[in-house]
Structures are given as structure tokens and as C-alpha cells.
């Protein structure tokens, strides 16, 4: 009875019991029991293999292990020849729809703010830029007290996570938000030289990282009554290990008024106001590799953020996880029908993946003639991979310069009062993207926020 079954499914497919039954003319527990058998020797496998398939415990499907790998194969290689890859400039002004900066596609309030954060999470950009240009592109009437408000509640965070050159806290130190139930992924992501940091942290710095390791977190009142440092000293020692990646607040407005303080700016130390939330040293792990958890985290991370994968999208990433780390993964995700496997984007080499909703959005944009309208982000921007997606040069990462996008091409920047064409413009064309970058500036009340509110 069990010969009989095992060749019967080397060619029918997935199948019921009954009616395997039916077709061999036997009875439905006769059947059952050579299945059972089969699939002690993993010979064949019982799930729900068709759309409608195996919806009932009694209903369950059957399949031989060999024909279900094969018809596996055969539907992935399907569903990636239903993929048309669209150009460079498209993958462009797909981004500019899926990051939320295109007018129309922004979000607004706490939630949206929340969700602007979940597409950058992880993300490393100047501390400056993130209140003047980035979550002010996504979220419409974007206003700092929304950042606080997140950040004070515990669901939002940031830290330093790249390795530190000098140890000086100003608006283009880079700076990365998270949401904060992945900070320890991100943590174990990062690879800095500890011995080499610990040597340029000063005196007054190693005593309040040794007075937060001691106690735990620490409003700043509370460090200022306990430390024989007088206010200045303090905040300065706050801000090399803020620039070191060694201690974060509860709360963003500290992070500002310490900025606006190595900006050489005045600011009124109003302590409850300015300093709001705790300061708490930051847990390093120095040589461990990321684990399968924060690499998988990551994976889906980069998803999340561009919609569609590939090698070529890591270039302004700084992890320490390999490719061939996330390619596994992505395999595997694509083997469970979570994502797509394919060709997505036209002259990117290597492998492509695309979460589903990806692909419904980028045929969207493909089929969207476009409006020949002038974009404008800053240079800071994630979506900043001129030279990277967009042939050309690259265009160096500096929250107050700007670049625009014409139909998904980057065509002008400008670069502190300059401004130049990054392909052949005429006189008219060169007024437009000159005018554009010229604007003014989408802006927050940084340092007025910093020093004492509005």
C-alpha cells in the first residue's frame, strides 16, 4: 500500500487523502497510513500547498518532497519573469513615493512621524540635518516637539553609532534615529575602536561616564548636583560622549542644545526645559559579529526603507553586515513568499529583492508618465545616490546644501552659494533648477528650540 502511494505522488502533485483514496480505489485510512509512513522517511510533506488547499485539519494536502521542490522552482522563476525592470530615474521617483517626500505622499502627526522613523531607522546622517531637512521632507507641518514627544515616551531613540574621528559634538556630527526596541541591533552593528576612543575622551567626560555606569540613567539636574563639574564643563563633557557614542538622552532637545553649544552659540542653560529626560551610558560590545537576529532585522530594515534591495543600495549604509549575509536571508524570505526575487531595476548588478507592496507601487510609477516638475531635497537625504542608482558623479552627503531632481535625474546642486548643473542644461532650464535650489530653505527653530524655546 505504501509503493502504491509513493508512486501515485511522484505525479500527481499536491493532493488530499481522499482524494488520492478516490483515485486508487482504496479506502481513506489505507491511504493515510502509507502517507504516514512516507512521511516518517521524508519522502513527502503535508501542508497547505494551493490557494483553498488544506484549509481543514482533515483536509490537509500532500505532496512528494522532490515534485513540491520543483514546482517551487518553477513558480519563483515565473514570478520573476512577470517583473519588467524599470530605469534608474524611475527607481528615483519610485523612492521619492515611497520614502513620503513626494507632495501628496506626506505624512503628518505623531503616527506619521512614527512611521518616517521606521523608514530611517537605523539611518546615520548629521544631527543638524534631521530637524532642517529630513523629517520636515516627509512629515507636513513637521514641529520639534513631536520628536520629543516620541522620544520622551520611549519610542523613539538616537545615538552616535559610526566610529569617531574627533570628539566634538556640532550639527554635521552624525547622528542616527531608531526605534528603540532595535537600539541594541544597531549597537551590535557598529565596529568602532574602544581603546582608540577611551584615549581622546578627557578627564571630566571619564567621570561622568563612570558616575552613569555607577547610578544609571541620570537627569542632568542630577549629574550637575552630584559632580564637582560647574554647567559648562558639564555639557561639554556630555558632548564628547555624545560624539563618541557612549551616552544618549531620553530626549532629543538635550541633543540640540548641546549641537547649538558647539556651534559657539549662546544659550540660556534652562535645565528642566532644555535637558529633558535622562542621560545614560550606552552598552558597547567591542568584536562580536551581528548575530542571525540583528541581521535579519536589518534585512527587513533595508526593505522597509527602499522598497527594492541590491548591492549598490548599501554604498551609504555603514554596517559592519556583509551582503552575503543579507543575500542569505533574502533568500530565504523569498523561499517562504515574503518578498520577490528579480530584475527590478535595470543596469544594478547582482541580485534584487523587493518586498510585495514594492512591486504593485513601482508598476504604478512605471506607468505614470512624467510631470517634468523640479524636486528638491537636501544633499544629507537618504535619497541622495546620485553616482550611486543615477549615473554622474557623487554628490558629497552636507545638510545645508541641496539637490534636485528632475523626472527621477538628479540635474542641479547647490554646494554653500553656488550652484552647477549636473547634466547639460540650456539658459531657461538652468533659471528653473537655479531658482529652485535658491528657496528658501525648509528650516526648523533649531537653535531658538535649543536655548529656551520659542
Not at 510533506?45 to 488544506?54: V, Y
Not at 526605534?179 to 571619564?206: T, V, Y
Amino acid at each position: 500500500m505504501t509503493e502504491l502511494v509513493r508512486g501515485r505522488l511522484t505525479v500527481t502533485g499536491p493532493v488530499t487523502a481522499e482524494a488520492l483514496a478516490d483515485t486508487l480505489g482504496i479506502s481513506t485510512a489505507d491511504v493515510l497510513a502509507g502517507l504516514t509512513a512516507l512521511e516518517s522517511e521524508g519522502v513527502v510533506l503535508r501542508g497547505a500547498f494551493t490557494p483553498g488547499g488544506g484549509g481543514r485539519a482533515m483536509m490537509r494536502e500532500w505532496c512528494d518532497r522532490a515534485l513540491l521542490a520543483r514546482i517551487h522552482r518553477y513558480t519563483l522563476t515565473r514570478l520573476r519573469a512577470e517583473i519588467e525592470p524599470v530605469t534608474p530615474a524611475d527607481f528615483m521617483r519610485f523612492l521619492f513615493t515611497w520614502q513620503r517626500v513626494l507632495p501628496g505622499t506626506q505624512l503628518s502627526g505623531l503616527d506619521g512621524l512614527r512611521e518616517a522613523v521606521s523608514l530611517l531607522d537605523g539611518f546615520e546622517l548629521q544631527a543638524g540635518a534631521w530637524e532642517r531637512a529630513i523629517l520636515p521632507a516627509r512629515i507636513h507641518g513637521y514641529e520639534p516637539s513631536m520628536l520629543d514627544m516620541l522620544c520622551l515616551t520611549g519610542e523613539v531613540g538616537w545615538a552616535r553609532l559610526s566610529h569617531p574621528r574627533v570628539l566634538r559634538l556640532v550639527s554635521v556630527t552624525p547622528i542616527a534615529l531608531f526605534l528603540r526596541e532595535h537600539g541594541e541591533a544597531w549597537q551590535a552593528c557598529r565596529a568602532p575602536d574602544f581603546e582608540a576612543i577611551n584615549s581622546l575622551l578627557g578627564d571630566d567626560a571619564r567621570l561622568v561616564l563612570a558616575r552613569l555606569g555607577d547610578r544609571g540613567p541620570s537627569f542632568f539636574d542630577q549629574l550637575a548636583d552630584t559632580l564637582p563639574l560647574d554647567i559648562d564643563r558639564l555639557r561639554h563633557a556630555l558632548a564628547q560622549l555624545v560624539a563618541a557614542g557612549l551616552a544618549a538622552s531620553d530626549g532629543f532637545s538635550g541633543l540640540r542644545l548641546l549641537v547649538a553649544g558647539g556651534q559657539h552659540r549662546r544659550a540660556v542653560l534652562d535645565r528642566r526645559r532644555n535637558f529633558a529626560g535622562r542621560w545614560s551610558s550606552i552598552r558597547t560590545s567591542e568584536g562580536n559579529e551581528p548575530g542571525e537576529t540583528t541581521i535579519e532585522l536589518y534585512a527587513r530594515t533595508l526593505l522597509r526603507r527602499y522598497g527594492v534591495v541590491f548591492r549598490r543600495l548599501l554604498t551609504r549604509e555603514p554596517r559592519t553586515v556583509a551582503w552575503r549575509d543579507l543575500v542569505r536571508v533574502y533568500r530565504r524570505m523569498e523561499a517562504r513568499g515574503e518578498i520577490r526575487g528579480g530584475r527590478f531595476v535595470s543596469g544594478m548588478a547582482g541580485e534584487q529583492y523587493a518586498a510585495a507592496d514594492a512591486v504593485t507601487v513601482l508598476r504604478e510609477v512605471r506607468r505614470t508618465a512624467p510631470d517634468g516638475q523640479l524636486r528638491t531635497i537636501s544633499t544629507a537625504d537618504p535619497l541622495n545616490l546620485t553616482g550611486i542608482i543615477t549615473s554622474g558623479e557623487r554628490v558629497r552627503a552636507a545638510g545645508r546644501n541641496r539637490l534636485a531632481y528632475r523626472d527621477g535625474i538628479p540635474v542641479g546642486v547647490i554646494e554653500g552659494e553656488t550652484v552647477r548643473g549636473l547634466v547639460p542644461l540650456d539658459a531657461s532650464a538652468m533659471g528653473d533648477v537655479t531658482r529652485a535650489l535658491s528657496r528658501r530653505r525648509l528650516t526648523t527653530k533649531w537653535s531658538r528650540h535649543a536655548v529656551g524655546g520659542r
